[in-house]
C-alpha cells in the first residue's frame, strides 16, 4: 500500500526534519507515507492512516484535481 502512494500522484506535504508526506486513496483508507531522500534514493520511513490535517489538505488536492479535468 506505501509503494502505491508513493508511485501515484499523491498530495505532497512537507513533514519533519526535511522530510515529505504523500497521501492518497489506497482502496477505502487514505494512507499517508513519510518519505526522504538518502542519495539519488527515495526511503520509505513509515506509513500509517493519515490524520486530520494530512486528509484535509489531501480532499481539497483532491476537489482541485477534479475542477481541472
Not at 534514493?41 to 484535481?65: M, P, Q, W
Request: glycine share 8%; hydrophobic share 35%; proline share 0%.
Amino acid at each position: 500500500e506505501a509503494e502505491a502512494v508513493v508511485l501515484s500522484d499523491a498530495f505532497e506535504m512537507d513533514g519533519h526534519s526535511g522530510k515529505k508526506i504523500l497521501v492518497n486513496r489506497v482502496g477505502s483508507r487514505i494512507l499517508s507515507v513519510v518519505v526522504e531522500m538518502a542519495g539519488n534514493k527515495l526511503k520509505i520511513k513509515t506509513a500509517r492512516d493519515s490524520d486530520k490535517t494530512e486528509r484535509e489538505g489531501f480532499y481539497e488536492f483532491e476537489k482541485n484535481k477534479k475542477e481541472n479535468i
